[in-house]
RNA sequence: GCCCGGAUGGUGGAAUGGUAGACACGAAGGUCUCAAAAACCUUUGCCGCAAGGCGUGCGAGUUCGAGUCUCGCUCCGGGCACCA
């Protein structure tokens, strides 16, 4: 096929093949029986604006499992939507004035037309929206159905309490304690909120980790410890002069071993016992109001000054009522967990210690390492609880044990003699999905005066948001909205009011792969489809939703199995994992005035040299680190216009070939061109090859043939090897490994013609599900009328994929001192034989005989001497 | 603070406990060209003319053999329950 020069041009190319698949229908997802199917799914995205190169890299990786499936005879389901509930809408309609709705669907048109600019191998007629009223109806009365079935409660819990708006704020409108708008100092504030009894299922979702096999290892554990099941002992404190209905003071402790060590008790601040004792001691309510001028989150709790205030109460230790200890309330208490009072140990706790340290209190030493009476001073002795240490002050079980063992023991001891109970806690708390705001799923409650919390009727959903709503006072608009607000209590008919709390967006995201497999139901989901499409074969998405959303999402799907909404199969959705790294990039920036400005690359132009200036005004600029692509610091490169400029399977390509897939990849124009080069030589290639006539069915079997082959069947078992186990750079490098080979094997003989004729479809079969226009063009071009999509996955000759000689290094003492060739076959004896006749090795042994050689056949040779 | 990861040439990375650096980017030299671009060829971990030596964040250890396993650190990143 000589002739033509010219280029690839992927501007015309790409949108050409798009409209082929889509008059095809060539990724319609249908129940075919007579297949196996496979449903892979990218986590959907929140409609920003525009899509970022995480998109891109995301979808990329799940496209490429997609059409491999396909090709491999899979009926793929692989769809499309949109997480479209969520704070930064209302963020919009705040600055701009723009409704939620308005501004989230123009998003949503946006980022399609540019998913669809990526050729994508997507469902569209499946795209659903959360924002969608068909879609939250469902979720609705899911809510309901799992009120039915006892998956819901009610209680109170802490949110961030911004005093000047009025408002709640969310963690990430807490800017250094302060309410990002109002400036104001945030406090915790008690609010009744709406849960799902997750907590009742840490057990059971714990357990089901162990079945997660084709999870990362990293996530289950993260997972795990996030569940935190422990052991431990329930006990209270006798309270010495106590305040009434505050005769006991209930604690838990996972280290009843160290009890001997106690030296003070503490409660959190937001304990009864410090609310009531608030009134009588002085100043305490002042330091618990302190303490509540905090957020919320963990992180600012662990990273806080440890403070505590003595209420002056004191506690009879379990083991002798003479001996009593101080009562503390400390601000690193959390009333969430446990029972919201512990007792500290200094000497094994770190966080213990720094308090006592500060305050002045004792400490005592329980345990010491075996071969050390050492005492704890600056450093808290805390070994690993499967390690045997000797315990120098203990009340129960043998001298030296470990702190497992000591556990066991101390609960067998104080249960027999009434001092508590052995119990098993989840540090999982419920999950809490109340959120005051407009842009959600409404919560499908009224609350009538006399009939208390009465659910809406199933007739009567969907409860749908109102359109006339301002924004133009912070609070939710829907506290504010009298109409939708106020309505008729179902039961009696009297004056009552709606819940105006909508759902957290994990809800919306926590069940939408189930939508997906039947998205215009009038019903969450249907059977037939359910049963055929779950579980999702292969979930893909970034590490940071490691916990959460994957933990609410299998909590989810349980739930939604015990209101039959899914078969018993589907109680662990997603059969595998797979976390994908972040993409990142230099940052650049220039001073002005003692300010750092930051530079989009788009404005700056790097020189050969390194140095980097702006295009504008030629001034020099300073490249920073390379962090994930942000707003804020302008490292972003806009996936559009590389699209435009390059084409979808450049930006494909490129953001396969250089890192693996979980780890972050730095997007580099240098990077960008190198994929446009790659592509642009293979089609050169192609079109200046002589190639056998597509109807030849010639083998090769010239040597140079015959090498050819070797190169294009070894290269198809690894690329389906590579996909098959993520690991898509390595795919990359053996195309590119191929495509060098092919442009060397240049013969003119018949049989070299068939044989490139061979390596040209198999390396355009092979591109496919990475770069499927440019595989397609290459497709047709070789002179075939079906197009690719409907081409089935290349298999190789297990015979032509073996090398029958392999090279094997000869260590002498562990360094490399030879190389031999043998048979792949060849045994031991033979191969230690031709080591030892090796003159490098005889060199380098000197005349002495070896004392041990170790054969690893097919691998490598040390002689030890 | 707590939980989980990661670290290999100038750069991204490859390597079932078995030849460290595949493949790519960059760089240097060359061919072609009036010239440039593109393309193609060669070289490219470090030290050394070579023989050889040194090298996978740091420090120990296990092993015939460690990037890989174990222990102790350092730095960087993700999560911490209302960002999605």
């Not at 229908?25 to 899509?51: C, Q, T």
């Amino acid at each position: 096929m000589s002739g033509s020069m010219s280029r690839y041009n992927a501007r015309a190319v790409e949108p050409k093949w798009q409209r082929i698949w889509e008059q095809r229908g060539a990724f319609r997802a249908r129940r075919d029986p007579a297949r196996p199917k496979y449903y892979v799914l990218e986590m959907f995205p929140y409609p920003s604006g525009r899509i970022h190169m995480g998109h891109v890299r995301n979808y990329t990786m799940g496209d490429v499992v997609a059409r491999y499936k396909s090709a491999r005879g899979f009926s793929v389901l692989h769809p499309m939507g949109w997480d479209a509930f969520g704070m930064p809408a209302e963020n919009a309609a705040m600055e701009r004035g723009v409704h939620p709705g308005t501004w989230t669907r123009a998003n949503i048109d946006t980022m399609r037309a540019q998913l669809k600019s990526m050729g994508l191998s997507l469902d569209w007629e499946r795209e659903f929206a959360t924002c969608d009223p068909e879609y939250y109806a469902q979720q609705q009365a899911m809510f309901l159905d799992m009120m039915e079935a006892g998956l819901v409660t009610r209680k109170s819990s802490m949110v961030n309490w911004d005093p000047v708006d009025g408002t709640v704020l969310a963690n990430e409108q807490v800017i250094d304690g302060r309410g990002w708008r109002s400036g104001a100092p945030v406090e915790r504030r008690e609010l009744t909120q709406w849960f799902f009894r997750i907590s009742d299922m840490a057990g059971e979702l714990l357990d089901a980790l162990e079945g997660l096999t084709n999870w990362p290892e990293k996530v289950r554990l993260m997972q795990r410890n996030w569940i935190g099941k422990s052991r431990g002992l329930q006990f209270a404190f006798d309270v010495v002069a106590a305040p009434a209905g505050f005769e006991r003071l209930e604690v838990y402790t996972t280290r009843p071993d160290t009890l001997m060590g106690a030296s003070f008790a503490a409660i959190s601040p937001d304990h009864p016992l410090a609310r009531a004792l608030g009134s009588t001691v002085p100043g305490l309510a002042d330091f618990c109001d302190e303490c509540r001028r905090m957020g919320t989150s963990e992180e600012e709790l662990g990273t806080a000054e440890k403070r505590g205030f003595d209420t002056g109460l004191r506690v009879r230790h379990p083991f002798d009522p003479g001996w009593t200890l101080p009562v503390w309330v400390a601000n690193f208490i959390l009333m969430e967990y446990g029972t919201g009072a512990i007792f500290g140990c200094p000497a094994h706790d770190q966080r213990d210690l720094d308090f006592v340290r500060k305050y002045g209190l004792p400490v005592i030493d329980v345990y010491t390492p075996l071969d050390s009476d050492a005492r704890v001073a600056d450093l808290a002795y805390v070994p690993p609880k499967t390690e045997k240490v000797r315990y120098i002050n203990r009340f129960a079980g043998p001298e030296v044990m470990t702190g497992d063992e000591a556990v066991d023991a101390a609960i067998a001891h104080c249960e027999g003699l009434g001092i508590g109970q052995g119990v098993t806690r989840f540090r999982l708390r419920d999950w809490g999905i109340s959120r005051q705001r407009y842009w959600g799923c409404p919560i499908p409650v009224i609350h009538c005066p006399s009939c208390g919390v009465v659910p809406v009727p199933k007739a009567d959903l969907p409860v749908t948001l109102p359109e006339d709503v301002e924004f133009d006072r912070p609070g939710n608009p829907l506290d504010r909205h009298p109409t939708w607000r106020d309505v008729a209590c179902p039961e009696c008919g009297a004056p009552a009011r709606r819940e105006t709390d909508t759902m957290d967006t994990f809800v919306d995201s926590s069940w939408y792969y189930a939508r997906f497999t039947a998205p215009r139901a009038d019903t969450p989901t249907v059977a037939t489809e359910a049963d055929y499409w779950m579980n999702v074969d292969q979930y893909i998405g970034g590490i940071e939703h490691a916990i959460l959303h994957l933990l609410y999402s299998r909590f989810f799907a349980r739930a939604m199995h015990r209101t039959g909404h899914l078969p018993a199969k589907a109680i662990e959705p997603f059969e595998a994992l797979f976390t994908q790294g972040m993409v990142v990039h230099e940052c650049y920036s220039t001073e002005n005035g003692g300010r750092r400005v930051w530079h989009a690359p788009a404005e700056v132009e790097k020189a050969a040299d390194g140095t980097a200036r702006l295009r504008a005004t030629g001034e020099t600029v300073e490249i920073g680190a390379v962090t994930k692509m942000s707003k804020s610091k302008k490292n972003v490169v806009d996936p559009e216009d590389i699209i435009e400029t390059y084409g979808a399977d450049v930006a494909r390509w490129f953001m396969l070939s250089d890192s693996p897939p979980e780890r972050d990849v730095e997007w580099t124009e240098a990077g960008v061109e190198g994929a446009w080069r790659f592509l642009q030589r293979l089609w050169r290639m192609l079109h200046e090859a002589e190639l056998a006539a597509p109807d030849s069915s010639m083998n090769g079997t010239g040597e140079a043939a015959v090498a050819l082959r070797k190169a294009v069947h070894k290269a198809i078992a690894g690329v389906t090897a590579d996909i098959e186990g993520f690991a898509f750079n390595k795919a990359v490098a053996r195309i590119h490994d191929l495509a060098n080979t092919m442009q060397r094997a240049t013969g003119g003989e018949p049989d070299m013609a068939a044989a490139r004729r061979e390596a040209f479809e198999a390396i355009a079969r092979l591109m496919a599900p990475m770069t499927p226009h440019f595989a397609e063009e290459m497709w047709e071009a070789l002179g075939h009328a079906t197009p690719l999509v409907a081409t089935a996955w290349p298999e190789f000759d297990p015979a032509l994929a073996r090398d029958d000689v392999v090279l094997m290094p000869v260590q002498v003492n562990g360094r490399r001192r030879a190389e031999i060739e043998v048979a792949r076959d060849a045994g031991s004896g033979t191969v230690e034989a031709m080591a030892l006749a090796h003159p490098d090795v005889a060199r380098h042994l000197g005349g002495q005989p070896p004392r041990k050689v170790i054969v690893v056949p097919g691998r490598i040779v040390n002689v030890v001497v």
